[in-house]
């Protein structure tokens, strides 16, 4: 079975990084598109970033040119990559699976499994 564990979540003053992780085991890593998405306190989850079998990348505009998603798929684990962060950055971050190779949007029915979630803590 499909499983995304997050880790790497914590507390940062503004402008600081972090570098959130994701360790995915049960299918075939390699073949498939990842993402990431975050959920703040009585708001909708959102898309942040996506990342294609092929590398391909995609970013919501609100994390672009300051976020940075990866993949290294010899050790089935994703990254993102957060510097500058801001205080509405804050939220639980979610890692997940996409359907296919591709991902085409940031929408959350293109992503069939999700992890528990790591938090991320950004004060002013």
């Known amino acids: 079975q499909v499983r995304l564990v997050e880790s790497g979540g914590g507390s940062v003053q503004a402008r600081g990084s972090l570098r959130p992780s994701c360790a995915a085991s049960?299918?075939?890593?390699?073949?498939?598109?990842r993402g990431w998405f975050r959920q703040a306190p009585v708001k909708e989850r959102e898309g942040v970033a996506s990342?294609?079998?092929?590398?391909?990348?995609r970013y919501a505009e609100s994390v672009k040119g300051r976020f940075t998603i990866s993949r290294a798929n010899a050790r089935n684990t994703l990254y993102l990559l957060m510097n500058s962060l801001k205080p509405e950055d804050t939220a639980l971050y979610y890692c997940?699976?996409?359907?296919?190779?591709?991902?085409?949007?940031?929408?959350?029915?293109?992503?069939?499994?999700w992890g528990q979630g790591t938090q991320v803590t950004v004060s002013s």
């Open positions: 997940a699976k996409g359907t296919g190779a591709y991902c085409y949007t940031l929408e959350r029915y293109e992503y069939d499994n």
């Open positions: 049960g299918y075939t890593y390699s073949y498939y598109c």
């Open positions: 990342i294609d079998s092929n590398g391909r990348t």
